[in-house]
């Protein structure tokens, strides 16, 4: 009977214990998903990335352009699973790497980026003396500083190009 | 009868120090921070956020967050010169960041050849209370200072004069208030230093504690800081979530010394969430698992062990310091330090940091001392019990959150 006092305390340490690592994980399923916790304008979630409720309402947005009538629920659909496969067709090129492999690819983006920089800067900027090739730099400038790039092996002064060679 | 209420009671207190825990997070607390430059003419700042903060701006209207973020730091961010207002040159411009942060520039015109500015910014503060904001200043003799935005203190201004901010004493002082704020707003350092405190009986032991983590924190927050190393932050994240419950189920088994049950228990745990790993391809990798499952087994044995326990937890905090350091660390290194300020503000911060974990300890310490001497103290095991299973599951919470990127 001694004992059985004795050991008590124990006992409820331990249960105490697994009581509160239960609740302690348990009480992660109770967390909001990221989907509604983070973003509470995203619509879908497709893998980690999410569709924004703005992307989707212009998407309608240009489908209602498109269609005469109404827009129904099976409409609605149809955007979002475009979007959707959208979304999936972008992550899988994304996998296989193909904006820096394919040199198509690689080009298209690349176009598309400077364009937009461009015509950001010049609807954003009003004095007609600062040019949008500053906010290029400083763009460039922004991403360098965010990269880690080491020169390996040869600096470019090194490396012979062909002239020198003959 | 009795015991039921006391099982009921401490389920309950269990439950809701795990539901209030949810919403604090630590590190992922409401700041932004910004770099300013200031010349004769004009003042050039580039604002820097987590684009999770910037959601908090969202009011469902289709704009995306770069504009939202855009607008409301147009609408935040003001410059007064000799009473006069400066203009904002244009609008404010969003810039690349890095993944997962926002930037935005903003240029205001100002003749600054004898005033020295007076900065306002109110950003975030009617969305999250508890914002802080760091502004990181340079003046055009490249000296540094560093100023602290809360919602009380909304307004700076800065000093225009030299030999005053330049002083290394003046980067050591700026820095000192950035590391109480850090510490005293991280729960998950707040809660690892309760966990440690808990079985101190003696003055001693606790100083020998502190000694160990400081250390332990003191030399991973510097080489972090200096960039000899660049951590994982989810992995220190969720290690310092790991180290919460390890040392909460320590204190379980000093009490019991069913350190080897405990620990094959952990070991079941640890290797379930392995294999969970291994088959969803998320969280710690296989060795980073296996060396959990080392150190959770070679802390509970040798605890178990009466003359090697003894001395082992001085030895664990500076290992456990190790881990925090790192998070620390990342604190320092998002607000972004001046190159010319390095060592003085390494030095304030971790100054700040110690005077900060001094306080909390001050106040755990009393709250201890006082229990001890109230009628209650004959249920001091039943608190240390309740206690231990609380941090326990708040460090298993953190830890499994944090390794999955759930939390």
């Given amino acids: 009977m001694i004992s059985e006092n004795k050991l008590s305390p124990n006992y409820r340490s331990i249960a105490l214990l697994f009581i509160g690592s239960l609740i302690g994980i348990s009480s992660l399923f109770l967390v909001p998903n990221k989907l509604l916790g983070y973003d509470q304008g995203a619509v879908a979630q497709i893998n980690n990335a999410v569709i924004r409720k703005d992307e989707y309402e212009r998407a309608i947005a240009l489908f209602r352009g498109d269609k005469r009538g109404p827009i129904t629920d099976a409409d609605l659909n149809l955007v979002l699973e475009k979007l959707i496969k959208e979304e999936l067709l972008v992550q899988a090129a994304l996998r296989s790497d193909s904006p820096r492999k394919d040199l198509k690819i690689r080009q298209r983006v690349l176009q598309t980026l400077l364009t937009s920089i461009q015509t950001r800067s010049a609807a954003e900027i009003s004095d007609p003396s600062q040019s949008a090739g500053e906010d290029l730099k400083f763009y460039l400038n922004q991403l360098r500083d965010n990269a880690d790039i080491q020169r390996l092996k040869k600096a470019p002064g090194n490396i012979l190009v062909s002239s020198e060679i003959d | 009868m009795c015991h039921l209420l006391r099982l009921s009671i401490s389920i ?63 609408k935040t961010v003001s410059i007064k010169n000799d009473g006069q207002a400066c203009a904002l040159r244009n609008n404010v411009l969003s810039i690349p960041a890095k993944q997962g942060y926002m930037q935005a520039k903003l240029i205001f015109d100002c003749s600054l050849k004898t005033e020295s500015p007076l900065i306002n910014i109110t950003s975030f503060f009617d969305f999250a209370s508890s914002h802080v904001h760091y502004a990181h200043v340079i003046t055009d003799s490249l000296q540094s200072q560093q100023y602290l935005f809360t919602e009380v203190q909304t307004q700076h201004q800065v000093a225009h004069d030299n030999k005053k901010s330049g002083s290394i004493l003046s980067g050591i002082n700026q820095y000192i208030y950035i590391g109480i704020d850090h510490i005293i707003g991280g729960a998950d350092h707040i809660v690892f230093l309760l966990a440690l405190l808990l079985l101190v009986r003696r003055f001693k032991d606790l100083i020998w504690l502190i000694t160990g983590f400081t250390v332990g924190h003191s030399i991973t927050l510097a080489i972090t800081t200096i960039g000899w190393v660049i951590p994982d932050l989810h992995i220190v994240e969720a290690t310092i979530g790991f180290s919460i419950a390890l040392v909460a189920v320590d204190n379980i088994a000093a009490l019991t010394g069913y350190h080897r049950h405990l620990a094959l228990f952990s070991i079941i745990g640890l290797l379930a969430m392995a294999a969970t790993n291994i088959i969803l391809g998320l969280g710690f990798s296989s060795l980073s698992m296996l060396g959990l499952v080392t150190l959770t087994v070679a802390y509970l044995l040798m605890r178990s062990d009466n003359e090697a326990g003894i001395g082992v937890r001085p030895v664990m905090a500076i290992g456990f310091g190790l881990v925090h350091g790192f998070g620390f660390a990342s604190a320092l290194t998002e607000i972004g330090i001046p190159t010319d300020l390095l060592w003085a503000s390494l030095l304030g911060f971790n100054i700040g940091i110690e005077l900060g974990q001094l306080l909390i300890i001050s106040g755990l310490w009393l709250i201890i001392l006082g229990f001890k001497r109230t009628k209650y103290v004959s249920h001091s095991r039943l608190v240390i019990d309740i206690t231990s299973a609380s941090l326990c599951g708040l460090g298993l919470y953190w830890f499994v959150g944090r390794s999955y990127g759930i939390i």
């Fill in chain 2, 12 to 74: 309950l207190l269990v439950s809701s120090s795990i539901f209030l825990s949810v919403d604090s997070i630590a590190h992922n607390r409401s700041q932004s921070h910004s770099n300013w430059i200031i010349s004769d003419h004009s003042i050039e700042a580039i604002f820097t956020a987590k684009s999770l903060e910037v959601t908090r701006l969202q009011t469902g209207i289709n704009q995306s967050l770069d504009i939202i973020f855009a607008d409301h730091l147009e």
